[in-house]
């Protein structure tokens, strides 16, 4: 198994990035994140990796961050998810949207990715919910209000959603956030 790439990056495209590692050129599967971060080509790169292997098909699939990876796994460790569809789901959210989206039931919002309809969305949810530990988010800005989530009784991908959806205002206070958290419950029926 592969379990990451180190190169110069070769050629960039839509939804992929070429990495030349020794006499190599490795096309790589990469979520739309990912390609804003490799920058330009010419650039020394790492990214963690998943090969995909089946009869009819081979394909790198690499990530930023090893949480990326983590979601991806996850994600086409579902029936019905293949890794494009985990891959359109990660390019069309992002990671942390993604996650909190899933660990907050928003089928709507899920079923909106290309590829996922609404029975697939729900399946995400009932699958996955509950289920995407702390560690296998993404970082959140936010670790005192997820910390204060948790001590009420939220898990933590519950608290991590919350911590997600506050807005970026440094002004706002610890205890300000913690209600803005709050109300994001209230305002899905929890």
Request: charged share 20%; proline share 4%; aromatic share 4%.
């Amino acid at each position: 198994m592969i379990a990451a790439v180190q190169g110069v990056v070769e050629a960039l495209g839509p939804g992929y990035v070429i990495v030349k590692v020794g006499g190599v050129s490795l096309k790589v599967h990469v979520p739309a994140s990912a390609v804003d971060v490799l920058g330009r080509v010419g650039r020394e790169v790492q990214l963690h990796t998943h090969l995909y292997l089946r009869e009819d098909n081979v394909a790198l699939y690499g990530f930023a961050t090893s949480e990326e990876l983590g979601l991806f796994e996850r994600l086409i460790a579902v029936s019905g998810v293949g890794p494009k569809v985990a891959l359109a789901s990660l390019s069309a959210l992002g990671a942390e949207r993604l996650a909190g989206a899933i660990a907050a039931g928003q089928v709507e919002l899920l079923s909106q990715v290309p590829g996922v309809g609404r029975k697939l969305a729900g399946r995400l949810v009932l699958e996955l919910k509950g289920r995407l530990e702390m560690g296998a988010l993404p970082f959140v800005e936010q670790p005192e209000v997820v910390a204060a989530l948790t001590s009420l009784g939220y898990s933590s991908a519950e608290a991590m959603a919350a911590a997600a959806s506050l807005p970026n205002d440094p002004e706002m206070g610890l205890e300000e956030r913690i209600k803005e958290a709050l109300a994001y419950f209230a305002g899905k029926g929890k």
